[in-house]
């Protein structure tokens, strides 16, 4: 996702906006930088930060021991920006394949019981969970696999979106705080998106729910966890219940939470309604 949370795997963070929303607390300007030299220094004072917010050293150390700047974090981030300004016809067709289509439906009727559940419950329609899904990490079998830390740091040290993922870098020491999830675990995209649907550290902290009850908030391996916390977004940010998903209707707006690019939120409609059953 974006921070709006939460897009594709390879765009996600292209529209990060407004994180700072979403953290606890404030968080002091540290010394920004551009290339990895005063990378450790930054890393020491953010810290010191981290600790003053109320992070245990424990968490710290075993959160941010070995973190590194990642240059090809910074690449991602420099080159992805370009594919949004792609016509919604040439974006759609890249990504609402007949593959993904397919594979889609069979989930949907694999998950039945659960999308429905779902849906009694939060009101999003199984359909735009499912396209949301397939979308972000191809229903969960691209989650990513970089260390979390290591890209939430980088971005934080990197000068063009500081702020912001100081405050996810924060969450994301929240969140092994407060034992939803070890270090280990904390592995995602490049922009430190977490789960099958990609939800960033503030948007988990707020959004994720242990749906299936079991004990854990895990929207890594449970696909029930990360459907019905994807639903729980939504209906947090508004979304109206039978009510239509598509360029002037309701919850398109609300779509736009997730990812505020147009194109990929009519992307999301579109695969919603091919997953529905709509002809081609």
Avoid at 4 to 18: D, E, H, K, N, Y
Avoid at 48 to 75: C, E, F
Avoid at 241 to 269: C, P, S
């Amino acid at each position: 996702m974006l921070l709006t949370q939460f897009c594709p795997r390879f765009t996600t963070a292209a529209l990060l906006v407004g994180a700072a929303l979403f953290a606890a607390a404030p968080a002091r300007a540290l010394q920004c930088g551009d290339g990895p030299q005063n990378f450790p220094a930054w890393l020491a004072e953010f810290k010191q930060q981290a600790a003053a917010d109320g992070v245990s050293p424990r968490t710290i150390q075993a959160a941010l021991a070995g973190v590194t700047y990642d240059a090809k974090v910074i690449s991602r981030d420099r080159g992805q920006g370009g594919v949004f300004h792609r016509s919604f016809e040439d974006f759609s067709r890249r990504l609402v394949t007949p593959s993904r289509v397919a594979k889609g439906r069979a989930l949907m009727q694999r998950h039945a019981a659960l999308l429905r559940g779902i849906e009694q419950r939060y009101g999003v329609p199984g359909a735009v969970i499912v396209a949301i899904w397939g979308l972000e990490t191809s229903y969960g079998a691209d989650n990513g696999n970089i260390k979390i830390f290591n890209a939430l740091a980088t971005l934080a040290y990197d000068c063009r979106r500081a702020e912001t993922f100081t405050q996810e870098l924060l969450d994301a020491l929240r969140i092994v705080e407060r034992g939803y999830m070890a270090p280990s675990q904390m592995r995602g995209d490049w922009a430190g998106e977490i789960g099958q649907t990609q939800l960033m550290p503030s948007s988990y902290l707020k959004y994720a729910v242990d749906y299936d009850g079991d004990g854990t908030r895990d929207l890594i391996h449970d696909t029930a966890d990360a459907l019905a916390s994807t639903a729980n977004f939504l209906a947090q940010k508004g979304w109206r219940r039978g009510a239509g998903y598509h360029q002037g209707e309701a919850n398109f707006d609300v779509l736009q939470e997730w990812n505020k690019a147009q194109v990929y939120v009519q992307t999301i409609g579109a695969l919603a309604d091919r997953l529905g059953g709509a002809p081609e």
